[in-house]
């Protein structure tokens, strides 16, 4: 089975509308207002779709989301089944500074294909290189840089890596340092910090250390279609975190997970700019009319690029 392509457009709308939403609060300091108005738009879009729909990574679980949380069914409730992992407002601090980078983004396979992912931190590593033992979360550090190197012709020192800025990953950066690869530290944003290794353009070789587990599947999705490597590992620190997680059907808490487990069958993974980054230009308003960039993919069909919408304001 394949998801019709005609979605991607349904899909990407719903994103460009979430980010305009999103637009009118960016540098307005407030996270929580530019997130609200993208949720809203999100899930009102959504609802408007002929699908059946149902949210596997959302704002949480309802008791703390009133709005898109796991298991909330979306759509008109004719149409095929699909599961969805939404992040209406990724990287909020983006948005809140109106610094680069802030995405509206959503994630959708055919029912049963998109994994559940907790809302903990999952260690992740990603790759262009969509081959066996070359990169792998229990390599280390050393051992993929090597492994890469030899595989891409590329010394160690032509080689980037990029990774989140937190002093959980001091220890990775020193490592990177003390091989000479160039490092490419990100505030926030690690859903695109993956997808940077989709395009030589972005000059990318390697994306590794720990972040959101839902934005490491919404980055896997892409990643398939992409045919680049993912792999992912939920770290489950407190009790309340197993509990959740076995509530999820999760039995083995240190299992490595490889893309295809991630997500399989066919997807659509729509990621729309509200500021201007590194995968997409932000949203632009002329007279009524509102600009938008997203960055979409069907796996089916081979579909990846970015598309621009002029759209009415209504
Ligand atoms: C990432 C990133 C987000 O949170 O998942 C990160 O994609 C992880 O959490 O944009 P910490 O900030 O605790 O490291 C964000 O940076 C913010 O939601």
Known sequence: MTINKKFVDQFAIVTSKAA???SYFVGKKDKIAADKAAVDSMRSNLNNMDIQGQIVIGEGELDDAPMLYIGEKLGTNNGPKFDIAVDPLEGTNFAANNLPGALSVIAIAEKNNLFEAPETYMEK?????NEKNVVDLDYSVKKNIFNLSEYL??????????????????????????LNVNVKLITDGDVCGALLVTDDKYNVDIFLGTGGGPEGVLAATALDA???????????ETNDDKNRAK??????????????????????????????????????IKGDQFVSETLVTHKSSGLKKVIKLEQNIL
């Open 153 to 178: 012709n590329k010394k160690p020192e032509n080689l980037t890596a990029c990774i989140m800025d937190r002093p959980r990953h001091n220890k990775i950066i020193k490592e990177l340092n003390d």
């Open 20 to 22: 305009l939403a999103s």
């Open 247 to 284: 509530k999820m059907g999760i039995k083995d808490f240190s299992k490595k997970y490889e893309l295809k487990e991630i997500v399989s069958g066919d997807s659509i993974f729509c990621a729309t700019g509200i500021t201007s980054g590194d995968l997409v230009s932000g949203i632009k």
């Open 226 to 236: 992409f045919d680049c490597s993912f792999q992912g590992r939920f770290l489950f």
């Open 125 to 129: 590593i990603s790759t262009k290189v």
